[in-house]
């Protein structure tokens, strides 16, 4: 359920953000609470409550004492901006890499990718 | 009180610690009453010849003999648990030994009213002897209360100090206190058979009259009780 | 505030250094992992911190002071011990009724909830309960009391895989509502692993890692690709483990940060990450053949 290679806290970090993105959680909705995160994950909620303050540093939620924490407006925005810049690293460079092995050329590659993509 | 625990911790075994030494004591009673019932069908003479032989009958040792167990239990099973519930060492002295004090109140008190009945009803009719007998003593019958007290607190008391003494020093004590005690008997044996006249001292030295064997009951149990609270603090869990 | 702490504490069995210059600080209202193998002196420190043993040399605070005979700091610190001896006779119901009068936080509707989800049989003689049945004790108690402090000595034992996640998920339930210190000694690492947030590993007596659980969990990397390149990348690393298969190889080794991993992917190396529980087991068994030098 959560991406283990990196530390619990960013990979709770990231499963929220993932949740903002396809609009499980709203811009101005609000997100689970420290406790109810730690329950469903099964982690200590101070893990939970670490990934959660990450967003919160990082502009992507805003706290609302009392109330609970929520996705900040343009919160969607922001994350599209930050994936794409890791888009290359994250899932270009590892697919050039494997196509190289099987002496698939960018060319070929770019051809099955408009092939998938208009399935 | 934190200390309270401890009693409560015995009373959760009420049948093992009161429940079954009353009925075995009873178990015996009924026992020597029926020898009683059988001898005093052959005449007064052999029930005369059974009063003055039951003097050193050890019947009365059903209920006695578990006291002895007790003072090791407190040490080897009590002990533990009590520290593992989170008592002090402190907390579990105070707690045992007004434990110790209160069984033997009782115990006492039983045995004493048993006693005075006992002689009231001349050996409940049948001429039998249960706890009038020389080891809860066959006088008065505030002697046996004393006597019976003395004797069940200094056993108590006696039990726990080995047992903390065995945690604390482990095997090596149990053969130094061994040895002490084989040597101590082979010196006696020698002495009787080897000097003359030793025997005989031997003896006068414990034809002592009661109050003197009261007091040297008193004072083992005050060496018991005073080597224990200074063991027991500083006993360590095993 | 430290929970508690300990300055170069030391038990010794005759020549036996059962804990040997110890010094440790556990924060308070965190859940601790007191790590290692048998014998590495676990139970033999928190038998210790809860004075029912004696340290030879060092100093330690439990709740900031000296635990041994001391009732303030006991009544509020909950050792559930593995080898717990009960007397002939005894009942979970005993316990739990000596229990309730002992800790000034007992929650006598949660033990009861406990008791009901660990289809405990609260009037059967301890001494009949299977080994599972008497761990369940433990943790109702452990639970139950909410001490501010409190020891979990191996509560796993016995315990079916529905009960260990049972106690899982009501000791973190619990633990989130009612925050308090938490020290859970066990083998099961990776079944707490995301429970843990700070872990002490103890070896042969001696602290061996003392770090936070985050740390932990990227404190190494697998790599793993052709037997030459994951040589040529792993000379100058620290190797805690290595495997290898016909000209394939896998090796476990101790990651500066995430440039390790990055590193290796740009060397052509596949990168998987190392759980608590095997960087432990790989750090236990590196550190032997080093100690036998």
Redesign the interface.
Known sequence: MLD??????IAVAEQIEDGILDATYPEGSPVPS??EL??F???????AG?GLNRLVDAGVLVKRRGVGMFVAPGAIEQLRRRRREAFTQTYL??LL?EAAQLDITAHELAQMITKEASR | MRSRTVIDLYFVNRMQAYGWPILVMVLALGIVLAVGAIVGTQGAEARAGMYEGMTWSGAIFSLLGPMIGYGFVSMGQYFPLALGLGLTRREFAIGQSLLFLGNALAYALLITIGKTLEVATGGFGLQIRFFDVFYTGTGASWQTFVQTFLLIVATLFLGAAITSAFLRFGQPFIWLGGSLLGILGVAMVAGIVLVDGFGAQLLELFTLGWGSWMGVIAVIGLLSAGTWLLLVRRTQVP | MNALETRELSKHYRDVAAIDDVSISLEENRVHGLLGRNGAGKTTLMKLLTAQIFATSGSMRVLGEDPVENAGVLSQTCFIQESQKYPDGFRPLDVMRISQGLYPAWDQELARDLVADFRLPEKRAIRKLSRGQLSAVGIIIGLASRAPLTFFDEPYLGLDAVARRLFFDRLLADYAEHPRTIVLSTHHIDEVSNLLEHVVLLDEGKVMLDEEADALQSAAIEVSGRLTEVDEFTTTAEVLHTARIGALATATIVADGEQTAAAARAAGLDVAPVSLQNYIVHRTTAAAPAAAR
């Open positions: 283990e290679t990196k530390p619990l806290f420290t406790n730690a329950a994950l099964r982690i200590n909620p101070a893990t670490k460079v590892p890499r």
